[in-house]
């Protein structure tokens, strides 16, 4: 097939979202890390250094034929699974804010968790695009990879790494439901998935107070209501253009580490509306790219793994940003792109990079 040029739309919406972020973690961050490191570039110069590299990943990966995926799809998958079995391990993992799902390199660190979501993308396309016959039936269908999303979702909870594992259970079952499965499938799934989450509430007491703090942050303003307050506060006063660049009253000791999850809210309160609007425009014109590119697509594993990153990317960008402005309990998730965080950026760019190489096969 002749190769068209890539999709350059999409391509410099995330270079400008990343570099973007790059500006806001300094934003967010320089008077946390001046205080505690004595280096007001301590998260910049290391995001930075991701960002570099996963530009050049993310290049090298629009250049790559995405059909060797399906080919490596279960050797992927198997580096996965001894990864995020590694990491449970101690003195291999390494624990960082009560999870242990870190491996420690230097003053860096690695989730093996995010490069499970890609690993698991390119799997569950591939499964659907070579039992496009038998997807309709539950046991001999749907039954296998459930069992996989299943044994990957138990790995990520041990850690535990609640965030990340919704966004992969959720981009999954996303996949599954454009594959043509009957919609009582997915009511079933749903009522167990309800009941699923309820029982992860019930046995883990820092899930209730997360809960308890979102019904109302005040009745523990200090303690588990906290964060989502602090956020709130610095949502409210960003008005239509907002405090201005550097001039965020939350980052000073308030908003727990805002160059994080939570980065959104100095956004919004440093640039306003208009920032807000900005990033959502973004997002949204890197998902109807993604889109477009997954349904101009007429092989079917590419069209699967076109909507998989596609789908992974807005549902953990729609889960952080109703996290920030108390839509649901706080999860942990990062922004793609804009939050500070190796992997997180590493796989975002790294999935964008895929999605530039289907453009590029397309009629």
């Known amino acids: 097939m002749k190769e ?75 580096i996965c699974l001894m990864l995020l079995i590694l990491v449970l391990i101690p003195g ?29 993308i390119i799997f569950v396309s591939k499964y659907l695009a070579n039992n496009d016959k038998n997807i309709k039936f539950i046991i001999k269908g749907v039954g296998p990879i459930l069992l996989i999303i299943g044994l990957f979702f138990l790995l990520i909870m041990l850690e535990p790494d609640f965030g990340t594992a919704m966004v992969i259970v959720l981009t999954l079952v996303a996949i599954i439901f454009i594959s043509g499965v009957k919609l009582s499938f997915f ?15 019930a046995i883990a007491p820092y899930r209730i107070e997360r809960i308890l703090s979102f019904l109302n942050p005040w009745t523990d303003p200090l303690g588990s209501g906290f964060q989502i307050i602090q956020s709130l506060y610095a949502i ?8 201005g660049f550097l001039n965020s009253r939350q980052k000073h000791f308030y908003l727990p580490e805002p160059q994080t999850d939570f980065i959104f809210s100095i956004i919004s309160e440093e640039f306003g509306f208009l920032g807000v609007l900005i990033v959502t425009s973004l997002f949204l014109i890197i998902f109807y790219r993604a889109l477009r590119i997954a349904l101009n697509t007429e092989e079917m594993f590419g069209k699967y793994l076109a909507f998989g990153l596609a789908f992974g990317i807005i549902i953990q960008a729609l889960l952080n940003l109703m996290v920030v402005v108390g839509l649901i309990p706080v999860t942990g998730v990062t922004l793609p792109f804009l939050s500070y965080g190796g992997s997180s950026l590493l796989i975002s760019l790294a999935s964008m990079g895929i999605l530039l190489n289907i453009s590029r096969r397309q009629r």
């Open 4 to 78: 068209r040029h890539l999709d350059l739309i999409l391509g410099i919406a995330v270079v400008v979202l990343a570099i973007f972020g790059l500006v806001m973690i300094y934003s967010a961050s320089y008077i946390w890390a001046e205080y505690k490191f004595d280096d007001p570039l301590k998260f910049v110069k290391a995001q930075g250094l991701f960002l570099v590299v996963g530009l050049v990943i993310m290049f090298s990966l629009s250049k790559i034929d995405y059909h060797i995926y399906k080919d490596k799809a279960n050797l992927i998958l198997g």
């Open 92 to 120: 291999i993992g390494k624990i960082r804010n009560g999870s242990r799902s870190w491996f420690g390199i230097g003053s860096l660190g690695i989730q093996p968790s995010e490069f499970a979501k890609i690993g698991l």
């Open 187 to 201: 009511v079933k799934i749903g009522l167990a998935g309800i009941l699923g989450i309820v029982g992860l509430i």
């Open 236 to 243: 409210g006063p960003g008005g239509l253009l907002g405090q």
